[in-house]
Nanobody, 124 residues
């Protein structure tokens, strides 16, 4: 059974940076695409970024392009989200997702397993 554990959230001022991590276990990590999603209070969970199983391709939501970077370390079974130039509208619970199929991309509406989430709060 797959387990995804996010960490790295917290409170940061506008313009600051945070690095989220998601440690995976229970599957051969390097066979699965990963993604980050977020859910703001009172809103639906939305796509933030995704990365293929090799790390060779990434995709971002328009709202975070140029500010966020997704990466992975297959030797450590971990995916990261580097968040720079944070804005108050980035405040949300951030979830990592692992595609349920091998060698299948994480899309905006994925068939995936989810972590428990980590809170990111950006103060103005």
């Amino acid at each position: 059974q797959v387990q995804l554990v996010e960490s790295g959230g917290g409170l940061v001022q506008t313009g600051g940076s945070l690095r989220l991590s998601c440690a995976a276990s229970g599957r051969t990590f390097s066979n699965y695409a990963m993604g980050w999603f977020r859910q703001a209070p009172g809103k639906e969970r939305v796509f933030v970024a995704a990365i293929t199983w090799t790390g060779g391709s990434t995709v971002y939501a328009d709202s975070v392009k140029g500010r966020f970077t997704i990466s992975r370390d297959n030797a450590k079974n971990t995916v990261f989200l580097q968040m720079n130039s944070l804005k108050p509208e980035d405040t949300a619970v951030y979830y990592c997702a692992m595609a349920r199929g091998r060698f299948v991309p994480v899309t905006e509406n994925p068939n995936a397993d989810w972590g428990q989430g980590t809170q990111v709060t950006v103060s103005s």
